[in-house]
T-cell receptor, first 117, second 109 residues
């Protein structure tokens, strides 16, 4: 029973290509995220969607475009891939119940290792 | 969000308690303290979080000082499978977590 799944697990491609990474969660969560972990292992948030609406966009190049067809899916499309895009991309989800005095937690997928040659 | 400071690495003997410190001296009154860990190259895993009170769950305990400027994550009986990078994060809400370098914990037999 995979909670947050990503496909593919590995992606090797040439510079200039366009590629997509898919993410699905079966937890019934309202919020989904994309993170990038670079070679130095720093994990940085890229996007967050709540109920299919974009709520966080952390100064990511517009070559990166998230798409959320429904609450359970958040895909990441990358145009004109560059060498610097090589990283591990993690999808995550959370309930998104940010009521006063409460907090919830994020559940991460296994990651997609993208290598741009 | 407040910045956190953690030791770069620490070793722990298997079966002993592991105490992981975190400083967050600029934390504001409504920011939470979260702990996540990342085992090898897997996705980060939630451990525990707290606001003011100490918290305990099946994985760990979180001790937050009264002034909230620091906290300690306690793994009561470390096992080899607890070897990971542990991240202490301070955030207003969990939707914008900022992961730092974390503490690399190595549990030794």
């Amino acid at each position: 029973d995979t909670a947050v799944s990503q496909t593919p697990k590995y992606l090797v491609t040439q510079m200039g290509n366009d590629k997509s990474i898919k993410c699905e969660q079966n937890l019934g969560h309202d919020t989904m995220y994309w993170y990038k972990q670079d070679s130095k292992k720093f994990l940085k948030i890229m996007f967050s969607y709540n109920n299919k609406e974009l709520i966080i966009n952390e100064t990511v190049p517009n070559r990166f475009s998230p798409k959320s067809p429904d609450k359970a899916h958040l895909n990441l499309h990358i145009n004109s891939l560059e060498l610097g895009d090589s990283a591990v991309y993690f999808c995550a989800s959370s309930l998104g119940t940010w009521t006063s005095g409460s907090s919830d937690t994020q559940y991460f997928g296994p990651g997609t290792r993208l290598t741009v040659l | 969000d407040a910045k956190t400071t953690q030791p770069t690495s620490m070793d722990c003997a298997e079966g002993r308690a592991a105490n992981l410190p975190c400083n967050h001296s600029t934390i504001s009154g409504n920011e939470y303290v979260y702990w996540y860990r990342q085992i090898h190259s897997q996705g980060p895993q939630y451990i525990i979080h707290g606001l003011k009170n100490n918290e305990t769950n099946e994985m760990a305990s979180l001790i937050i000082t009264e002034d909230r400027k620091s906290s300690t994550l306690i793994l009561p009986h470390a096992t080899l499978r607890d070897t990971a990078v542990y991240y202490c994060i301070v955030a207003l809400r969990d939707y914008k977590l900022s992961f730092g370098a974390g503490t690399t914990v190595t549990v030794r037999a």
